[in-house]
Protein backbone atom coordinates (compact mmCIF):
# COMPACT_ATOMS: atom_id res chain seq x y z
CA UNK A 1 0.00 0.00 0.00
CA UNK A 2 1.21 3.17 -1.02
CA UNK A 3 1.75 6.08 1.92
CA UNK A 4 -0.27 8.09 -0.04
CA UNK A 5 -3.10 5.78 0.36
CA UNK A 6 -2.28 5.09 4.18
CA UNK A 7 -2.94 8.74 4.87
CA UNK A 8 -6.90 8.44 5.78
CA UNK A 9 -8.93 10.84 7.27
CA UNK A 10 -9.02 8.63 10.69
CA UNK A 11 -4.94 9.13 10.76
CA UNK A 12 -4.79 12.83 10.71
CA UNK A 13 -7.89 13.22 13.69
CA UNK A 14 -5.34 10.58 15.58
CA UNK A 15 -2.42 12.78 14.81
CA UNK A 16 -4.34 15.91 15.71
CA UNK A 17 -5.16 14.54 19.57
CA UNK A 18 -1.64 13.65 19.75
CA UNK A 19 -0.30 16.79 20.20
CA UNK A 20 -1.62 19.87 22.92
CA UNK A 21 -1.66 22.23 19.77
CA UNK A 22 -3.75 19.56 17.74
CA UNK A 23 -6.18 19.72 20.48
CA UNK A 24 -6.36 23.34 20.76
CA UNK A 25 -6.42 24.12 17.08
CA UNK A 26 -9.63 21.63 17.06
CA UNK A 27 -10.85 23.61 19.63
CA UNK A 28 -10.44 26.79 18.48
CA UNK A 29 -12.57 25.76 14.98
CA UNK A 30 -15.18 24.32 17.17
CA UNK A 31 -15.54 27.59 19.13
CA UNK A 32 -15.39 29.66 15.09
CA UNK A 33 -12.33 30.64 15.27
CA UNK A 34 -12.17 32.32 18.54
CA UNK A 35 -11.45 31.18 22.10
CA UNK A 36 -15.14 30.08 23.34
CA UNK A 37 -16.40 26.63 25.57
CA UNK A 38 -14.70 24.77 23.14
CA UNK A 39 -11.15 25.96 24.00
CA UNK A 40 -12.59 26.17 27.56
CA UNK A 41 -12.89 22.19 28.16
CA UNK A 42 -9.54 21.77 25.97
CA UNK A 43 -7.51 23.50 28.31
CA UNK A 44 -9.19 21.93 31.17
CA UNK A 45 -8.75 18.86 29.77
CA UNK A 46 -4.98 19.04 28.94
CA UNK A 47 -4.46 20.39 32.69
CA UNK A 48 -6.34 17.76 34.13
CA UNK A 49 -3.47 15.40 31.79
CA UNK A 50 -0.89 17.29 33.75
CA UNK A 51 -2.22 16.48 37.11
CA UNK A 52 -3.21 13.08 36.29
CA UNK A 53 0.51 12.94 35.04
CA UNK A 54 1.87 14.76 38.61
CA UNK A 55 -0.41 12.49 40.74
CA UNK A 56 1.20 9.21 39.40
CA UNK A 57 4.51 11.28 40.20
CA UNK A 58 3.39 11.90 43.69
CA UNK A 59 2.43 8.02 44.10
CA UNK A 60 5.20 6.52 43.43
CA UNK A 61 7.46 9.10 45.90
CA UNK A 62 4.61 8.40 48.48
CA UNK A 63 5.40 4.89 48.47
CA UNK A 64 9.09 5.11 48.40
CA UNK A 65 8.66 6.77 51.72
CA UNK A 66 12.22 8.52 51.84
CA UNK A 67 13.15 12.14 51.33
CA UNK A 68 15.60 13.17 54.33
CA UNK A 69 19.62 13.60 54.01
CA UNK A 70 18.42 10.16 56.95
CA UNK A 71 16.59 8.30 54.39
CA UNK A 72 13.51 8.45 56.47
CA UNK A 73 9.82 10.24 55.48
CA UNK A 74 8.93 12.77 58.38
CA UNK A 75 5.11 12.22 57.32
CA UNK A 76 5.37 8.48 57.98
CA UNK A 77 5.90 7.69 61.16
CA UNK A 78 5.88 3.62 60.94
CA UNK A 79 9.64 3.93 59.01
CA UNK A 80 11.26 6.37 61.56
CA UNK A 81 10.94 3.76 64.35
CA UNK A 82 11.16 1.16 62.75
CA UNK A 83 14.36 2.08 60.38
CA UNK A 84 16.87 2.21 63.76
CA UNK A 85 15.67 -1.50 64.41
CA UNK A 86 16.58 -2.75 60.88
CA UNK A 87 19.74 -0.58 60.37
CA UNK A 88 20.90 -2.84 63.73
CA UNK A 89 19.83 -5.71 62.70
CA UNK A 90 21.33 -5.47 59.35
CA UNK A 91 25.06 -5.31 61.26
CA UNK A 92 24.15 -8.73 62.89
CA UNK A 93 24.94 -12.44 61.77
CA UNK A 94 26.96 -13.80 58.92
CA UNK A 95 24.87 -11.86 56.24
CA UNK A 96 25.23 -8.46 57.70
CA UNK A 97 27.70 -7.48 54.31
CA UNK A 98 25.04 -8.60 51.83
CA UNK A 99 21.96 -7.28 54.35
CA UNK A 100 24.06 -3.54 54.30
CA UNK A 101 24.15 -3.31 50.51
CA UNK A 102 20.49 -4.56 50.60
CA UNK A 103 19.52 -1.82 52.70
CA UNK A 104 21.78 0.78 50.98
CA UNK A 105 20.07 -0.14 47.20
CA UNK A 106 16.73 0.18 49.06
CA UNK A 107 17.67 3.89 50.45
CA UNK A 108 19.64 4.93 47.48
CA UNK A 109 16.55 3.51 45.09
CA UNK A 110 13.76 5.86 47.38
CA UNK A 111 16.49 9.09 47.04
CA UNK A 112 16.07 8.46 43.16
CA UNK A 113 12.49 8.46 42.83
CA UNK A 114 12.24 11.60 45.06
CA UNK A 115 14.99 13.74 42.92
CA UNK A 116 12.84 12.40 39.78
CA UNK A 117 9.42 13.19 41.11
CA UNK A 118 11.57 16.89 42.31
CA UNK A 119 12.71 17.58 38.60
CA UNK A 120 9.20 16.20 37.27
CA UNK A 121 7.32 18.84 39.46
CA UNK A 122 9.30 21.75 37.91
CA UNK A 123 8.65 20.54 33.95
CA UNK A 124 5.32 19.61 34.15
CA UNK A 125 4.56 22.90 36.39
CA UNK A 126 6.16 24.69 33.53
CA UNK A 127 3.86 23.17 31.19
CA UNK A 128 1.21 24.57 32.52
CA UNK A 129 2.52 27.93 32.97
CA UNK A 130 2.59 27.69 29.42
CA UNK A 131 -0.95 27.04 28.70
CA UNK A 132 -2.13 29.56 31.10
CA UNK A 133 0.23 32.12 29.14
CA UNK A 134 -1.26 30.51 25.99
CA UNK A 135 -5.14 30.86 27.25
CA UNK A 136 -4.72 34.27 28.34
CA UNK A 137 -2.77 35.59 24.87
CA UNK A 138 -6.00 34.06 23.19
CA UNK A 139 -8.52 35.93 25.49
CA UNK A 140 -6.57 39.26 25.31
CA UNK A 141 -6.64 38.84 21.42
CA UNK A 142 -10.30 38.08 21.32
CA UNK A 143 -10.85 41.14 23.01
CA UNK A 144 -8.43 43.33 20.89
CA UNK A 145 -9.48 43.83 17.30
CA UNK A 146 -5.67 44.97 16.45
CA UNK A 147 -4.21 42.01 17.78
CA UNK A 148 -5.43 39.38 15.20
CA UNK A 149 -6.09 35.51 17.05
CA UNK A 150 -4.19 32.62 15.00
CA UNK A 151 -5.96 31.94 11.34
CA UNK A 152 -4.24 29.01 10.76
CA UNK A 153 -2.32 25.73 12.73
CA UNK A 154 0.76 26.86 12.17
CA UNK A 155 0.58 30.34 13.75
CA UNK A 156 -1.39 28.70 17.08
CA UNK A 157 1.84 26.42 16.78
CA UNK A 158 4.16 29.09 17.25
CA UNK A 159 2.06 30.76 20.20
CA UNK A 160 2.24 27.71 22.21
CA UNK A 161 6.06 27.20 20.99
CA UNK A 162 6.60 31.03 22.43
CA UNK A 163 4.62 31.14 25.23
CA UNK A 164 5.72 27.49 26.20
CA UNK A 165 9.44 27.76 25.72
CA UNK A 166 9.48 31.45 28.17
CA UNK A 167 7.74 29.32 30.91
CA UNK A 168 10.45 26.49 30.59
CA UNK A 169 13.30 28.93 30.26
CA UNK A 170 12.68 30.77 33.56
CA UNK A 171 12.06 27.51 35.15
CA UNK A 172 15.40 26.44 34.59
CA UNK A 173 16.98 29.16 35.13
CA UNK A 174 15.39 28.74 38.93
CA UNK A 175 17.92 27.94 42.04
CA UNK A 176 15.52 25.06 42.66
CA UNK A 177 16.12 23.68 39.39
CA UNK A 178 19.74 23.79 39.66
CA UNK A 179 19.18 22.17 43.04
CA UNK A 180 17.27 19.20 41.70
CA UNK A 181 18.62 18.39 38.86
CA UNK A 182 21.90 17.93 40.75
CA UNK A 183 20.18 16.07 43.58
CA UNK A 184 18.80 13.69 40.75
CA UNK A 185 21.99 13.51 38.94
CA UNK A 186 24.01 12.43 42.42
CA UNK A 187 20.97 10.49 43.19
CA UNK A 188 21.25 8.60 39.69
CA UNK A 189 24.95 8.03 40.31
CA UNK A 190 24.42 6.76 44.06
CA UNK A 191 21.80 4.13 42.70
CA UNK A 192 23.98 3.02 39.99
CA UNK A 193 27.18 2.34 42.31
CA UNK A 194 24.74 0.74 44.92
CA UNK A 195 23.51 -1.97 42.03
CA UNK A 196 27.49 -2.14 40.94
CA UNK A 197 27.99 -3.43 44.48
CA UNK A 198 25.91 -6.14 44.54
CA UNK A 199 26.55 -7.82 41.39
CA UNK A 200 30.08 -7.25 42.39
CA UNK A 201 30.02 -9.20 45.65
CA UNK A 202 27.82 -11.57 43.44
CA UNK A 203 30.55 -12.66 41.15
CA UNK A 204 32.92 -11.72 43.43
CA UNK A 205 31.09 -14.69 45.17
CA UNK A 206 31.13 -17.20 42.03
CA UNK A 207 35.36 -16.20 41.89
CA UNK A 208 34.53 -14.06 38.52
CA UNK A 209 36.21 -11.08 37.64
CA UNK A 210 33.82 -7.91 38.28
CA UNK A 211 34.19 -4.70 37.75
CA UNK A 212 37.33 -4.21 40.51
CA UNK A 213 39.37 -6.29 38.89
CA UNK A 214 38.87 -4.97 35.29
CA UNK A 215 39.39 -1.13 36.73
CA UNK A 216 42.40 -1.90 38.49
CA UNK A 217 43.62 -3.76 35.09
CA UNK A 218 42.92 -0.23 33.48
CA UNK A 219 44.06 1.76 35.70
CA UNK A 220 47.89 -0.10 35.36
CA UNK A 221 47.71 -0.11 31.63
CA UNK A 222 47.21 3.80 31.28
CA UNK A 223 49.56 4.72 34.01
CA UNK A 224 52.10 2.51 32.04
CA UNK A 225 51.27 3.98 29.17
CA UNK A 226 51.67 7.53 30.31
CA UNK A 227 55.13 7.00 32.10
CA UNK A 228 56.28 5.47 28.67
CA UNK A 229 54.81 8.39 26.95
CA UNK A 230 56.97 10.77 29.06
CA UNK A 231 59.97 9.10 30.09
CA UNK A 232 60.87 8.68 26.35
CA UNK A 233 63.84 10.45 25.89
CA UNK A 234 63.31 13.40 23.50
CA UNK A 235 66.45 12.10 20.72
CA UNK A 236 64.72 8.44 20.57
CA UNK A 237 61.23 10.44 19.70
CA UNK A 238 63.37 12.19 17.09
CA UNK A 239 65.44 9.35 16.04
CA UNK A 240 61.70 7.30 15.96
CA UNK A 241 60.04 10.39 13.70
CA UNK A 242 62.95 10.22 11.28
CA UNK A 243 62.91 6.80 10.49
CA UNK A 244 58.99 6.64 10.39
CA UNK A 245 59.31 9.76 7.74
CA UNK A 246 62.16 7.66 5.67
CA UNK A 247 60.03 4.10 5.69
CA UNK A 248 57.48 6.45 4.33
CA UNK A 249 59.36 7.98 2.02
CA UNK A 250 60.73 4.65 0.64
CA UNK A 251 57.12 3.25 0.77
CA UNK A 252 56.09 5.98 -1.46
CA UNK A 253 58.59 5.47 -3.91
CA UNK A 254 58.56 2.11 -3.57
CA UNK A 255 54.55 2.39 -4.96
CA UNK A 256 55.59 4.97 -8.04
CA UNK A 257 57.83 2.09 -9.23
CA UNK A 258 54.77 0.03 -9.26
CA UNK A 259 52.19 1.75 -11.33
CA UNK A 260 51.20 1.21 -14.44
CA UNK A 261 52.57 4.00 -16.28
CA UNK A 262 55.61 3.60 -14.58
CA UNK A 263 58.45 2.26 -17.13
CA UNK A 264 61.98 1.19 -16.04
CA UNK A 265 64.96 2.29 -17.49
CA UNK B 1 -15.94 26.68 10.15
CA UNK B 2 -17.26 22.90 9.39
CA UNK B 3 -13.98 21.50 7.24
CA UNK B 4 -13.44 18.15 6.48
CA UNK B 5 -9.96 16.93 7.38
CA UNK B 6 -8.79 17.16 3.86
CA UNK B 7 -9.72 20.79 3.83
CA UNK B 8 -7.88 21.00 7.23
CA UNK B 9 -4.44 23.43 6.78
CA UNK B 10 -2.63 20.72 9.03
CA UNK B 11 -3.58 18.31 5.97
CA UNK B 12 -1.46 19.84 3.74
CA UNK B 13 1.79 19.66 6.09
CA UNK B 14 1.45 16.11 6.91
CA UNK B 15 1.40 15.18 3.56
CA UNK B 16 4.66 17.16 2.90
CA UNK B 17 5.84 15.45 5.73
CA UNK B 18 5.18 12.13 4.09
CA UNK B 19 6.88 12.92 0.95
CA UNK B 20 10.00 14.57 3.06
CA UNK B 21 10.39 11.24 5.25
CA UNK B 22 10.32 9.38 1.64
CA UNK B 23 12.33 11.56 0.16
CA UNK B 24 15.06 11.40 3.02
CA UNK B 25 14.83 7.58 2.81
CA UNK B 26 17.00 7.95 -0.34
CA UNK B 27 19.46 9.80 0.85
CA UNK B 28 22.79 8.42 2.51
CA UNK B 29 24.79 9.90 5.52
CA UNK B 30 28.13 10.40 5.45
CA UNK B 31 29.61 12.02 8.63
CA UNK B 32 33.19 11.67 7.19
CA UNK B 33 33.23 15.71 5.87
CA UNK B 34 32.94 16.71 2.63
CA UNK B 35 36.78 17.81 1.75
CA UNK B 36 39.54 14.70 1.31
CA UNK B 37 41.93 14.15 3.86
CA UNK B 38 44.85 12.15 4.95
CA UNK B 39 45.66 10.07 8.46
CA UNK B 40 49.18 11.53 9.53
CA UNK B 41 49.81 9.29 12.83
CA UNK B 42 48.25 8.66 15.84
CA UNK B 43 48.87 11.02 18.84
CA UNK B 44 46.74 9.41 21.54
CA UNK B 45 44.65 6.10 21.99
CA UNK B 46 42.80 5.68 19.15
CA UNK B 47 43.52 9.75 18.30
CA UNK B 48 44.32 10.70 15.09
CA UNK B 49 46.08 13.35 12.89
CA UNK B 50 44.13 14.59 9.73
CA UNK B 51 46.07 16.49 7.16
CA UNK B 52 44.15 18.40 4.61
CA UNK B 53 46.02 20.09 2.19
CA UNK B 54 46.32 23.21 0.55
CA UNK B 55 44.49 24.06 -2.16
CA UNK B 56 46.80 26.61 -3.50
CA UNK B 57 50.47 26.79 -3.06
CA UNK B 58 50.64 30.30 -0.91
CA UNK B 59 53.36 29.22 1.80
CA UNK B 60 50.61 29.98 3.85
CA UNK B 61 51.35 28.72 7.41
CA UNK B 62 49.66 25.27 8.82
CA UNK B 63 46.71 25.76 10.95
CA UNK B 64 46.06 22.93 13.77
CA UNK B 65 42.00 22.60 14.63
CA UNK B 66 41.96 21.56 18.17
CA UNK B 67 37.92 20.51 18.26
CA UNK B 68 35.81 19.81 21.51
CA UNK B 69 35.68 16.60 23.14
CA UNK B 70 31.63 16.50 23.46
CA UNK B 71 30.90 16.22 19.38
CA UNK B 72 32.55 14.94 16.13
CA UNK B 73 33.78 17.51 14.27
CA UNK B 74 32.65 16.87 10.99
CA UNK B 75 30.51 19.74 11.33
CA UNK B 76 33.35 22.15 10.66
CA UNK B 77 33.41 19.78 6.81
CA UNK B 78 30.06 19.26 6.94
CA UNK B 79 29.23 19.90 3.02
CA UNK B 80 31.36 21.48 -0.10
CA UNK B 81 29.24 24.65 0.60
CA UNK B 82 29.52 24.66 4.12
CA UNK B 83 33.05 23.87 5.30
CA UNK B 84 35.31 25.40 7.43
CA UNK B 85 37.75 23.51 6.57
CA UNK B 86 37.61 24.09 2.75
CA UNK B 87 37.50 27.93 3.21
CA UNK B 88 40.88 27.06 5.32
CA UNK B 89 42.55 25.21 2.51
CA UNK B 90 41.20 27.28 -0.31
CA UNK B 91 43.46 30.48 1.29
CA UNK B 92 46.24 27.96 0.78
CA UNK B 93 46.82 26.58 4.55
CA UNK B 94 47.21 22.88 5.24
CA UNK B 95 44.68 22.19 7.39
CA UNK B 96 45.46 19.76 10.73
CA UNK B 97 42.93 18.36 12.42
CA UNK B 98 43.06 16.28 15.95
CA UNK B 99 40.47 14.06 15.85
CA UNK B 100 39.73 13.22 19.36
CA UNK B 101 38.01 9.60 18.49
CA UNK B 102 35.69 7.62 20.57
CA UNK B 103 37.10 6.69 24.10
CA UNK B 104 37.70 3.07 25.13
CA UNK B 105 37.25 1.49 28.19
CA UNK B 106 40.65 2.46 30.00
CA UNK B 107 40.71 6.03 28.46
CA UNK B 108 38.54 6.35 31.32
CA UNK B 109 41.73 7.04 33.44
CA UNK B 110 42.71 9.68 31.09
CA UNK B 111 42.86 13.49 32.71
CA UNK B 112 43.23 16.41 31.03
CA UNK B 113 46.97 16.49 31.60
CA UNK B 114 46.90 13.81 28.80
CA UNK B 115 44.96 15.26 26.62
CA UNK B 116 46.42 19.04 26.64
CA UNK B 117 50.01 18.35 27.94
CA UNK B 118 50.31 15.05 25.80
CA UNK B 119 48.19 14.40 22.84
CA UNK B 120 47.40 17.61 21.91
CA UNK B 121 50.88 18.63 22.41
CA UNK B 122 52.51 15.87 20.40
CA UNK B 123 50.13 16.51 17.54
CA UNK B 124 51.34 20.33 17.35
CA UNK B 125 54.75 19.07 17.64
CA UNK B 126 53.91 16.96 14.33
CA UNK B 127 52.36 19.09 12.55
CA UNK B 128 55.37 21.95 12.84
CA UNK B 129 57.87 19.06 11.85
CA UNK B 130 55.73 18.02 8.61
CA UNK B 131 55.31 21.82 7.63
CA UNK B 132 58.13 23.56 8.84
CA UNK B 133 56.59 26.15 11.14
CA UNK B 134 54.78 26.36 14.05
CA UNK B 135 51.14 26.12 13.55
CA UNK B 136 48.60 28.51 14.34
CA UNK B 137 45.51 27.12 16.83
CA UNK B 138 41.80 27.13 15.84
CA UNK B 139 40.28 25.92 18.68
CA UNK B 140 36.37 25.27 19.04
CA UNK B 141 34.71 25.22 22.30
CA UNK B 142 35.82 23.20 24.70
CA UNK B 143 38.77 22.63 22.12
CA UNK B 144 39.13 26.14 22.68
CA UNK B 145 40.30 25.78 26.05
CA UNK B 146 42.52 23.39 25.17
CA UNK B 147 44.10 25.84 22.63
CA UNK B 148 44.64 28.05 25.41
CA UNK B 149 45.61 25.87 28.07
CA UNK B 150 48.87 24.29 25.56
CA UNK B 151 48.93 28.54 24.71
CA UNK B 152 49.90 28.56 28.25
CA UNK B 153 51.78 25.58 29.30
CA UNK B 154 53.98 25.30 25.87
CA UNK B 155 53.87 28.63 24.14
CA UNK B 156 56.61 27.54 21.93
CA UNK B 157 53.89 24.99 19.81
CA UNK B 158 51.55 27.89 19.52
CA UNK B 159 52.22 30.33 16.72
CA UNK B 160 48.56 32.32 17.01
CA UNK B 161 45.49 31.28 18.51
CA UNK B 162 41.55 31.46 17.09
CA UNK B 163 39.45 30.57 19.53
CA UNK B 164 35.66 29.86 18.23
CA UNK B 165 32.73 29.76 20.95
CA UNK B 166 35.39 29.12 23.84
CA UNK B 167 34.53 29.42 27.09
CA UNK B 168 36.80 31.35 29.59
CA UNK B 169 34.24 32.36 32.27
CA UNK B 170 32.13 29.89 33.44
CA UNK B 171 30.48 31.70 36.07
CA UNK B 172 28.28 34.48 34.27
CA UNK B 173 25.00 35.13 34.41
CA UNK B 174 22.93 33.29 32.03
CA UNK B 175 24.96 30.34 31.82
CA UNK B 176 22.84 27.75 32.27
CA UNK B 177 24.80 24.59 31.57
CA UNK B 178 26.72 26.20 34.26
CA UNK B 179 24.62 26.37 36.47
CA UNK B 180 22.83 23.17 36.34
CA UNK B 181 26.56 21.35 36.84
CA UNK B 182 27.16 23.35 40.44
CA UNK B 183 25.24 20.28 42.11
CA UNK B 184 26.88 17.70 40.37
CA UNK B 185 29.39 15.56 42.18
CA UNK B 186 31.94 15.28 39.02
CA UNK B 187 34.05 12.76 41.31
CA UNK B 188 31.50 10.43 42.11
CA UNK B 189 29.78 10.51 38.80
CA UNK B 190 33.34 9.52 37.03
CA UNK B 191 34.01 6.92 39.63
CA UNK B 192 30.70 5.31 39.33
CA UNK B 193 29.66 5.39 35.35
CA UNK B 194 33.38 5.56 33.92
CA UNK B 195 33.35 7.04 30.51
CA UNK B 196 30.26 8.99 30.57
CA UNK B 197 27.58 7.87 28.16
CA UNK B 198 27.27 10.65 24.90
CA UNK B 199 23.49 9.80 25.13
CA UNK B 200 23.12 11.03 28.64
CA UNK B 201 25.17 14.14 27.86
CA UNK B 202 23.34 14.86 24.86
CA UNK B 203 19.96 15.31 26.83
CA UNK B 204 21.33 17.07 28.50
CA UNK B 205 22.44 19.64 25.98
CA UNK B 206 18.82 19.28 24.40
CA UNK B 207 17.13 19.49 27.95
CA UNK B 208 18.38 23.42 27.59
CA UNK B 209 15.89 23.93 24.44
CA UNK B 210 13.58 20.84 24.09
CA UNK B 211 10.64 23.05 22.59
CA UNK B 212 13.82 23.88 19.88
CA UNK B 213 15.45 20.83 19.54
CA UNK B 214 12.47 18.63 19.46
CA UNK B 215 9.41 20.30 18.52
CA UNK B 216 9.96 22.75 16.37
CA UNK B 217 13.07 21.61 14.59
CA UNK B 218 11.29 18.75 12.98
CA UNK B 219 7.84 20.91 12.16
CA UNK B 220 9.84 22.50 9.72
CA UNK B 221 11.16 19.30 8.14
CA UNK B 222 8.21 19.01 5.59
CA UNK B 223 9.33 22.25 4.32
CA UNK B 224 12.27 20.57 2.52
CA UNK B 225 10.26 18.78 0.65
CA UNK B 226 11.49 18.64 -3.20
CA UNK B 227 14.85 20.07 -1.44
CA UNK B 228 16.95 17.32 -2.47
CA UNK B 229 20.15 19.80 -1.11
CA UNK B 230 18.83 21.42 1.89
CA UNK B 231 17.29 17.75 3.14
CA UNK B 232 20.79 16.01 2.82
CA UNK B 233 21.92 19.10 4.50
CA UNK B 234 19.27 18.61 7.48
CA UNK B 235 20.25 14.50 8.09
CA UNK B 236 23.74 15.12 8.10
CA UNK B 237 23.33 17.82 10.80
CA UNK B 238 20.75 15.96 12.65
CA UNK B 239 23.36 13.06 12.29
CA UNK B 240 25.87 15.05 13.66
CA UNK B 241 24.05 16.05 16.85
CA UNK B 242 23.73 12.95 18.09
CA UNK B 243 27.02 11.28 17.16
CA UNK B 244 28.54 11.69 20.33
CA UNK B 245 31.76 10.29 21.39
CA UNK B 246 31.59 9.13 25.07
CA UNK B 247 33.80 11.33 27.54
CA UNK B 248 36.33 10.19 29.09
CA UNK B 249 35.85 9.99 32.66
CA UNK B 250 38.05 11.63 34.67
CA UNK B 251 38.93 14.46 31.66
CA UNK B 252 35.12 14.84 31.96
CA UNK B 253 35.22 15.32 36.01
CA UNK B 254 38.61 17.72 35.57
CA UNK B 255 36.69 20.15 33.53
CA UNK B 256 33.26 19.91 35.31
CA UNK B 257 34.89 20.65 38.74
CA UNK B 258 38.03 22.77 37.61
CA UNK B 259 36.06 24.97 35.70
CA UNK B 260 32.35 24.58 35.57
CA UNK B 261 32.84 25.27 39.11
CA UNK B 262 35.88 26.25 40.48
CA UNK B 263 36.03 28.15 37.39
CA UNK B 264 39.83 27.37 37.55
CA UNK B 265 40.47 29.05 33.87
CA UNK B 266 39.82 32.19 35.13
CA UNK B 267 41.31 32.00 38.75
CA UNK B 268 44.26 30.55 37.61
CA UNK B 269 43.89 27.36 39.72
CA UNK B 270 43.48 25.15 36.80
CA UNK B 271 46.35 23.00 37.11
CA UNK B 272 47.76 20.23 34.18
CA UNK B 273 50.51 17.75 35.33
CA UNK B 274 51.24 20.15 38.77
CA UNK B 275 51.51 23.28 36.66
CA UNK B 276 49.12 25.73 37.12
CA UNK B 277 47.66 27.29 33.89
CA UNK B 278 47.71 31.08 33.64
CA UNK B 279 45.95 32.82 30.68
CA UNK B 280 48.48 36.16 31.67
CA UNK B 281 51.40 33.84 30.19
CA UNK B 282 49.60 33.64 27.05
CA UNK B 283 51.29 36.00 24.66
CA UNK B 284 50.68 35.02 20.91
CA UNK B 285 48.44 37.32 18.90
CA UNK B 286 45.05 35.76 20.01
CA UNK B 287 41.55 36.25 17.70
CA UNK B 288 38.04 35.30 19.91
CA UNK B 289 35.13 34.87 18.14
CA UNK B 290 31.54 34.13 20.03
CA UNK B 291 28.33 34.01 19.06
CA UNK B 292 25.82 36.98 20.08
CA UNK B 293 22.40 34.30 20.93
CA UNK B 294 24.81 31.87 22.12
CA UNK B 295 22.77 29.69 24.40
CA UNK B 296 25.86 26.85 25.44
CA UNK B 297 28.61 30.18 25.77
CA UNK B 298 27.15 33.08 26.45
CA UNK B 299 29.01 36.16 25.13
CA UNK B 300 30.36 36.87 28.48
CA UNK B 301 32.15 33.62 29.13
CA UNK B 302 33.75 34.08 26.07
CA UNK B 303 34.69 37.76 26.20
CA UNK B 304 35.82 37.23 29.55
CA UNK B 305 39.58 36.03 27.85
CA UNK B 306 40.10 40.08 26.94
CA UNK B 307 40.13 41.01 30.24
CA UNK B 308 42.89 38.30 31.35
CA UNK B 309 45.28 37.10 28.17
CA UNK B 310 48.65 38.18 28.48
CA UNK B 311 48.84 39.25 24.43
CA UNK B 312 48.32 42.71 23.33
CA UNK B 313 47.58 41.73 20.22
CA UNK B 314 44.46 40.47 21.12
CA UNK B 315 41.01 41.12 18.84
CA UNK B 316 37.10 40.14 19.13
CA UNK B 317 34.28 39.12 16.16
CA UNK B 318 30.84 39.17 17.12
CA UNK B 319 28.66 36.88 15.19
CA UNK B 320 25.42 37.49 15.32
CA UNK B 321 24.04 34.12 15.60
CA UNK B 322 23.84 30.45 17.42
CA UNK B 323 26.96 28.69 18.71
CA UNK B 324 26.27 26.19 15.92
CA UNK B 325 25.76 29.34 13.04
CA UNK B 326 29.33 29.55 13.22
CA UNK B 327 30.08 27.04 11.51
CA UNK B 328 27.68 26.42 9.65
CA UNK B 329 25.21 29.78 8.39
CA UNK B 330 25.18 30.91 5.41
CA UNK B 331 26.30 34.30 6.63
CA UNK B 332 29.26 32.79 8.64
CA UNK B 333 30.54 31.53 5.20
CA UNK B 334 30.03 35.21 3.62
CA UNK B 335 31.13 37.09 6.56
CA UNK B 336 32.96 35.31 9.46
CA UNK B 337 35.22 32.79 7.72
CA UNK B 338 36.73 35.71 5.48
CA UNK B 339 37.43 37.86 8.26
CA UNK B 340 39.05 34.89 10.22
CA UNK B 341 41.09 33.51 6.92
CA UNK B 342 42.02 37.39 6.54
CA UNK B 343 43.68 37.43 9.89
CA UNK B 344 45.67 34.42 9.96
CA UNK B 345 47.03 35.75 6.75
CA UNK B 346 48.26 39.17 8.49
Not at chain 1, 151 to 168: F, G, I, P, Q, V
Request: hydrophobic share 40%; with cysteine; net charge negative.
Amino acid sequence: MASGEAFNHEWILRMGDATPVGVLWRALQADGGSPGPACDTAFQGLRSQLDTTLSGLNAVATSAGATGEDGVDPANETPQWLTPWLQTLARLGPWQHGLERTQGLQIALDRYLHAHVECARILLDSVRAGLDTLEQRLQMAAQDPQRPLPEDYRTLYEWWLTDSEACYEQALASAQWAEAFGRLANATTALVDRYQKQLDAGLRTLDLPNRDDFLDTQRRLVELERSQRRNTPGDELAALRNEVARLRDEVGALRAERTPGHRER
Amino acid sequence: MAQSPFDHPLHDWQRRLIETLEQAAELPVDTRGATPFTHHGEVGPGMHLRRYAPQAATGQRPVLIVYSLVNRPFILDLTERRSLIAALTRAGHPVYLLDWGYPKGADRFLDLGDYIDDFLATAAEEVAAREGATADLLGVCQGGVFALCLAALQPQRVHRLVNLVTPVDFHTPGDQLSRMAQGVDFDQAAQTLGNVSAEWLNSVFVALKPYRLLAQRYMELPELADHPEALHDFLRLERWMYDSPDQAATAFAEFGRECYQRNGLLNGTLTLNGRPVRLSAIEQPVLNVYAEQDHLVPPAAARALGAHVGSTDYGELAFPGGHLGVFISRRAHAELLPRIVAWLAE
